[in-house]
Each structure stands twice: as C-alpha cells, then as structure tokens.
C-alpha cells in the first residue's frame, strides 16, 4: 500500500477557487491509477475525478465536469485537485485514493483502489 496525505482544503465563498494536493510515499505515481472523492457524514464517497495510469485518460462526476481538474507530477509524486466555481454543494472531506490494478471502468469505485489517504475538509460557504 501507499501512504498518501492531502492538503490544501479550508474555507471559502461560493465561485472561488481551491487546489488540493495529494502526496504518495512512492518514488514515482506513474503506474498507478490515481483518484480523487468526497464524502459527507452519512453517506457513501462520492466519485469526482479520477487519472488513469502512466499519465492516460481523466475522468470527472458529473457534478464536478467543466469545474474541476485533475492532474499529476509524477517526478514529485503529487496528484492535484483544481476546483474552480466552488458551489456550497462541494463541501464535503476530499481524499485521494491510489491503486495499480484499477481498471478503466472501476475508476469511479473508491473499493477499486488499494491506498486512500485520511482526507482534507473543503468548505463552500459565504
């Protein structure tokens, strides 16, 4: 498994803008696929965008298409979260989640993956 730790989450209004970060204890991420979800007390985590290995295809909820971006450095072993238009809707716990036997069409299941970190808080509010 993989040891991974966000950062980057805190507080701000409607229509702003956060970047998250995501760190793995691996020289490089470059054969993993890498995921990003959220979750609120009570309910199941939710899929918001997800990389495909060795740099290969994104996917994204539908809640968050056009709004967020996910990308990696692999040289840094860092997978990132740009959200962008933030709508009080998308506060909820963001954690990262890491796995090198995901296949394309498990991307969007946070069970697929081997490592998940412990979560960072994103709050959307005026």
């Known amino acids: 498994q993989v040891h991974l730790v966000e950062s980057g989450g805190g507080v701000v209004q409607p229509g702003g803008s956060l970047r998250l970060s995501c760190v793995a204890s691996?020289?490089?991420?470059?054969?993993?696929?890498v995921a990003w979800f959220r979750q609120t007390p009570g309910k199941e985590p939710e899929f918001v965008a997800a990389?495909?290995?060795?740099?290969?295809?994104?996917y994204y909820g539908d809640a968050v298409k056009g709004r967020f971006t996910i990308s990696r450095d692999n040289g840094k072993s860092t997978v990132y979260l740009q959200m962008d238009v933030l709508k009080p809707e998308d506060t909820a716990v963001y954690f990262c989640?890491?796995?090198?036997?995901?296949?394309?069409?498990?991307?969007?299941?946070?069970?697929?993956?081997?490592?998940r970190g412990q979560g960072t808080q994103v709050t959307v509010s005026s």
């Open positions: 990389m495909a290995r060795n740099g290969g295809f994104t």
């Open positions: 989640a890491a796995g090198t036997g995901v296949i394309t069409s498990s991307l969007r299941n946070h069970n697929q993956y081997n490592s």
């Open positions: 691996v020289r490089t991420l470059s054969g993993y696929a």
